[in-house]
């Protein structure tokens, strides 16, 4: 009930542009902004044979971000966005502050928010991917990441270089609570040529774990590194990932991860493009060192508009010799988890 009346507020006060498609608002102005993920699909998952509650037909609005920017001068600025998300399995709506932060523009070299706002890592891939609506990009669908946090955050370019960093609570920006120390992502890219873009990351940190009176183990971390060409005609990429420790933090015996995915789309033209992605992950080596997540995605999208994209997508995801949660797999008991999604994939943004 908190974090909906919490939500309703926000969409009176003062926010950002929705998933940082936009650059602030100019002085003395207030913008407002919006972006649906929603799709219509059928669902078919099995643990060990046996359907879950997730199998079956149904409407989801995966992601509702609502956003206002208000400009002071050239320099300050103050913004929220709003987070809904609703799922036919449960019929339940969350509502959460994803991003609320004051920011100094000090020039496109430096630039510093205070508050909750995008993460140097996810929402920088999701950018390269581009096909966010459909599905999270390889550290959010794990567990192994996310894409925005409360700390202070910097950013800026120079030249062929870009960079960002955070000091956070390291908890994401679901969790707003104290900790006995803070965690810290950053990431570093360059663009020798338009299209063309190398960058790595790291991350280390409790993940918002240590409170007083509680115990821990380790520090999680985790590397990642990506390279992607994107032109009119085409877009293809990967990322690699390698974590030690991010679900071990407050507990004895150590765990490893890594990951890789790739992806690939083609625009032959009249708003339409063909795309696909695989990833594969081996989400606990130590622990579960058979386990092994495989995913794939395939689909054909059509930009109706400007601000408006239609896809039909295949998913196929799968725990093999173990168990994991994802983005799509509940988790759980169970040595084999499969999962299939056929449906209509929409993104909605103003």
Request: hydrophobic share 35%.
């Amino acid at each position: 009930m908190t974090k909906r009346i919490l939500g309703m507020a926000a969409m009176t006060a003062i926010a950002t542009t929705a998933m940082g498609a936009a650059t602030a608002s100019a002085a003395g102005t207030t913008d407002i902004s919006g972006r649906i993920y929603a799709d219509m699909s059928s669902i078919s998952e099995k643990i060990d044979g046996v359907k879950t509650s997730k199998d079956g037909f149904g409407f989801d609005v995966k992601r509702f971000y609502l956003g206002v920017d208000h400009g002071f001068d050239d320099i300050w600025h103050v913004a929220v966005t709003t987070d809904f998300t609703y799922s036919s399995a449960t019929g339940l709506t969350d509502v959460y502050i994803k991003k609320a932060y004051g920011e100094a523009k000090f020039s496109k070299a430096l630039n510093v928010r205070i508050g909750s706002t995008d993460l140097p890592w996810v929402p920088f891939i999701e950018g390269l991917y581009g096909y966010r609506y459909v599905e999270n990009v390889l550290a959010d669908r794990t567990k192994f990441g996310t894409s925005a946090d409360w700390g202070v955050h910097v950013k800026g370019t120079v030249g062929i270089l870009s960079y960002a960093g955070a000091v956070v609570n390291g908890g994401g920006y679901k969790h707003l609570q104290r900790s006995k120390s803070v965690d810290f992502e950053g990431r570093v890219s360059v663009e020798p040529i338009k299209g063309l873009v190398a960058g790595i990351g790291g991350y280390t940190g409790k993940l918002n774990k240590d409170m007083t009176g509680t115990t821990t183990f380790h520090t999680a971390t985790r590397l990642d590194a990506v390279i992607s060409y994107k032109t009119d005609f085409f877009n293809v990429g990967g990322e690699y990932m390698h974590a030690k420790n991010w679900k071990q933090v407050a507990a004895a015996p150590t765990d490893s991860a890594d990951g890789y995915s790739v992806w690939a789309a083609v625009h032959p033209g009249m708003g339409f493009a063909v795309f696909g992605r695989y990833d594969h992950t081996k989400p606990s080596k130590k622990l579960q060192p058979t386990l092994k997540n495989d995913y794939f995605n395939v689909g054909v999208e059509y930009t109706a508009a400007k601000t408006v994209n239609i896809a039909l997508v295949y998913k196929n995801e799968k725990n093999k010799n173990g168990n994991w949660a994802t983005s799509n797999l509940s988790g759980g008991a169970g040595i084999n988890h499969k999962y299939n999604e056929i449906g209509l994939f929409t993104q909605f943004k103003y």
